[in-house]
């Protein structure tokens, strides 16, 4: 053991209770307790923001599919409007991804490819999704390459 190490938990800060004789390489890996409060606040924040857009969106799709349905003459049921509003639990957390990795690489190749993935795995998982969901809880099952194709018949007019 080293003779510079001999010292206790250094106590004289309250937010690092790091033994002094710990080398370099490991104190740059130990967190503080206050780094540690702060990295919890801000993931909490993050999770709130999107908890929140995901909800404000949700809602302004199934007034959407209200307005229009009132516009069209037609019935209204909120349940599937729910259901299909539901594409908002898979694009929020795409959009963060691509943006990481955007934010993260400089090359182009990897920003498209990227952006392709998150495009395609919205593509084919948001009909799974809705599969899944009106098998569990609705008595009518939307199938996959229904909902698959009205997705895109829907795209096209845009």
């Known amino acids: 053991m ?57 809602f302004a799709n199934v007034l959407l599919d209200l307005s229009y349905t009132l516009f069209q003459n037609s019935s209204f049921y909120i349940s599937e409007s729910l259901l299909f509003s539901s594409y908002w639990l898979l694009f929020l957390p795409l959009l963060t991804f691509v943006l990481k990795t955007i934010k993260e690489t400089e090359k182009i190749e990897i920003k498209l490819r990227a ?26 099952t939307f199938d996959y390459w229904q909902t698959f194709n009205f997705g895109q018949n829907t795209r096209q007019l845009f």
């Open 115 to 140: 952006v392709s993935f998150a495009i395609a795995f919205h593509l084919f998982s948001y009909p799974a999704l809705v599969w899944v969901i009106s098998k569990t809880f609705y008595n009518h």
């Open 2 to 58: 080293n003779k510079e190490c001999t010292g206790s938990i250094d106590r004289a800060t309250p937010e690092h209770y790091v033994q002094p004789c710990l080398n370099n390489h490991y104190k740059k890996h130990i967190l503080t307790i206050q780094q540690t409060y702060q990295n919890f606040q801000s993931k909490q924040k993050v999770n709130f923001i999107i908890t929140v857009c995901i909800v404000v969106f949700i």
